[in-house]
């Protein structure tokens, strides 16, 4: 038997010998890693850092196999075939190619009392007043305490799983703004979300063979009882962790499937590792929507918004305006990696290939443009089901037709009388950007989209204007810093408590806001055409604890009142805080 790669790791040929000839079966290739089977691709297209990656963390994971995946639809409807016979996922046969995942009820959101950032000083991850004040913008862990709970959890977590080598690209893969990932993970449905949130599979093999890579791991996990409760849905949330060290570009997530706990390119990688990229390299690493908006007059500009998760970032990058006229594009709802150009005019890419959307409260009346993006090539993750074959949240109540039954995401029976809710309020769709019917022409552009204003926002019930204007650079990096929002069901908070929110990174820095705020100032240094800032709030209440602003199509007011701004027509007043519409202006 030759051994035909070499190296620490092996790959057998399978010409075996039988009856002392050589017999070769039809199966291809027999290859093996550490001694373990790789049954799907081909060990000699891994660059020898991601082979040595993946040896290290077969030693630690023990899997049972190998699977070096290549993003193919073949690889994909494999996946689909396992997820179903694992009970991970339901066909929704009323749409094309759509699914329905129903996770453990303990895992449903991001944990961020459970996500680490590990620098060798604290300080440098997290603000360290000396008053001993614990702040609310990280958490730090230090490398010991990193390899402890890695030791803890990860040794032998893969027994009789696959690993996955998932190699993907946040950005176009010929955009010179984009990075790459490996992940290493034991979930078929982070395999398959991967492939919709991220470019992903063979092309980025092979521009691995020369670039370097951010290194993701990630197990689902087994308790320590070894009961797993729900083997549809393995995971362990008592002992989840999501670990990131920025100096090794590293990535470590153990215990839940979920979302941005799992789906390492999103938070962890384009936010977390990505803004302590972005400080090193001189750029800017958001949580902000991309959209392109094009006026009456047919004049075209791009706008970056920061706000809250599940506060409406989706429904303002797809916005039907109600202003005739205007015209609104979506490069982008969630993430935008900003770094100026050689002229400096800031110019953005959206390093995601999908929307991970907030279900519940989107319709056709809030935003049809989501609605027409999802109903192929999903897969949804805790909404309800139809007795039809479809899906059904809270806001979709006119959209079900009469008699059509509705199935909980939790697999009960549900009526509208249900004391409880049909989906869970942090179920999403998580659905390729390229299908979105307005998704902007340049939104895969190598380059990235001019920006020229930048918007932050909130869920401000009381005392904060529906838009204002920062006077300059300073005043728009204090607006951003002071932001506030009230809690959503994206992470783990419970009730409506107004938090700090800055940047709407507070989840997601990378490293110490100070140092984040210094290089949000810096940025005076690089382009004398700075983007305009703004603040708005379409959330703020009435006495009667109604909505004064009704938002979504109407919000393109606002946006017309922003581009006059830009054009410098005089249409604001200066106040205390800054500049607002004159009388009659929106
Ligand atoms: C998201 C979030 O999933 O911000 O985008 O929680
Ligand atoms: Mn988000």
Not at 568 to 584: A, N, S
Request: glycine letters at 10%; one cysteine or more.
């Amino acid at each position: 038997m030759p051994d035909i790669a070499g190296t620490n790791g092996y790959i057998l040929s399978n010409e075996i010998t039988k009856n002392g000839k050589n017999w070769t079966p039809n199966v291809g290739f027999y290859q093996q890693l550490r001694g373990i089977s790789v049954v799907s691709g081909n060990i000699r297209d891994l660059s020898p850092k991601i082979k040595s990656f993946v040896e290290q963390n077969i030693d630690l994971c023990h899997p049972e196999r190998i699977h070096i995946c290549d993003g193919t639809e073949k690889e994909n409807n494999q996946l689909i075939q396992l997820m179903q016979q694992q009970g991970t996922i339901v066909p929704l046969p009323k749409y094309q190619n759509c699914w329905l995942a129903r996770t453990n009820p303990a895992d449903t959101a991001r944990v961020e009392s459970k996500t680490f950032i590990c620098t060798d000083e604290r300080s440098e991850t997290i603000p360290t007043p000396k008053n001993g004040i614990k702040g609310t913008l990280g958490n730090w862990m230090s490398p010991k305490q990193m390899d402890e709970a890695i030791k803890e959890r990860f040794i032998g977590c893969m027994r009789g799983r696959t690993m996955y080598i998932v190699p993907f690209s946040m950005g176009p893969i010929t955009s010179p703004l984009s990075k790459i990932g490996i992940e290493l993970t034991d979930s078929p449905y982070v395999v398959a979300s991967m492939r919709i949130m991220t470019r992903m599979g063979a092309p980025v093999l092979q521009k691995l063979q020369k670039d370097d890579f951010v290194k993701c791991l990630h197990s689902v996990g087994a308790p320590a009882s070894g009961f797993i409760e729900n083997p549809s849905w393995p995971c362990d949330p008592e002992r989840t962790i999501i670990l990131h060290k920025p100096q090794n570009n590293e990535i470590v997530s153990y215990g839940s499937g979920y979302g941005g706990n799992s789906l390492l390119g999103k938070k962890c990688f384009a936010l977390r590792i990505g803004s302590t990229i972005a400080k090193r390299e001189g750029w800017l690493a958001e949580h902000m929507l991309i959209l392109g908006i094009t006026n009456p007059q047919g004049e075209k500009k791009y706008i970056a918004a920061a706000f809250p998760s599940a506060c409406g970032k989706t429904n303002l990058a797809m916005m039907t305006p109600s202003l005739p006229g205007y015209k609104v594009e979506c490069v982008g709802d969630d993430i935008a990696w900003m770094r100026f150009d050689k002229n400096g005019q800031l110019r953005a890419i959206n390093p995601e290939n999908g929307f991970f959307g907030v279900a519940p409260g989107t319709s056709t009346k809030s935003n049809p443009i989501a609605m027409n993006t999802v109903y192929k090539n999903t897969i949804f993750t805790n909404v309800a089901s139809t007795s039809d074959g479809g899906v059904f949240w809270e806001g979709m109540e006119d959209e079900i037709q009469p008699g059509v039954a509705i199935t909980d995401w939790k697999g009960q029976k549900w009526t509208k009388d249900s004391s409880t809710p049909a989906a869970h309020p942090n179920s999403r769709f998580c659905t390729p950007a390229s299908q979105c019917p307005i998704i902007d022409p340049e939104w895969e552009a190598p380059e990235g989209v001019p920006i020229s204003a930048i918007l932050f926002g909130g869920r401000r019930p009381v005392g904060v204007p529906l838009v204002y204007e920062a006077r300059d650079w300073q005043h728009g990096v204090f607006i951003g810093a002071a932001m506030r929002s009230e809690s959503t069901a994206a992470a783990e908070h419970k009730g409506k408590v107004i938090m700090h929110d800055p940047f709407a990174m507070r989840p997601f820095f990378g490293y110490n806001f100070g140092h984040y705020l210094k290089h949000w100032l810096s940025m005076e240094t690089r382009s004398s055409n700075l983007p305009k800032i703004f603040h708005v709030n379409w959330f703020r209440k009435g006495t009667e604890g109604k909505f004064l602003w009704p938002g979504f199509g109407e919000n393109s007011r606002v946006l017309d009142w922003i581009l006059r701004r830009l054009d410098y027509e005089d249409c604001g007043v200066d106040t205390p805080i800054g500049i607002i519409p004159r009388k009659d202006s929106v």
